[in-house]
């Protein structure tokens, strides 16, 4: 009897339908994170290919930062990640 052994992908499918490898994603010292970069980041962690501790640490993320840009794509898609976007939608939610 083998002993299975979870292995990392190779490659996942990026928000944009594209195969990303942990060559393609950011460098670990990015600081602008723009929308393409935190859905990259985002998928990679759903789809194995980093661990989410992996991720923090490699990117220097709270766990709420995180968390945070997987709602705003499960909530709103990509346009979630937008900063004015979120402002907008938090604005909204007060006003309810």
Partial sequence: MGVHRHTKPMQVIGPFGEALSLADLPKNNTTRWVIRRKA????????????????????????????????????SGLPGLRISYLSKYRTENRAS
Avoid: H, M, P
Avoid at 40 to 68: P, Q
């Fill in 40 to 75: 990259e980041v985002v998928a990679a962690v759903n789809g194995g290919l980093l661990s989410l501790e992996e991720a923090c640490t490699r990117y220097d993320l709270s766990l709420e930062e995180f968390f945070s840009w997987q709602e705003a794509i499960d909530k």
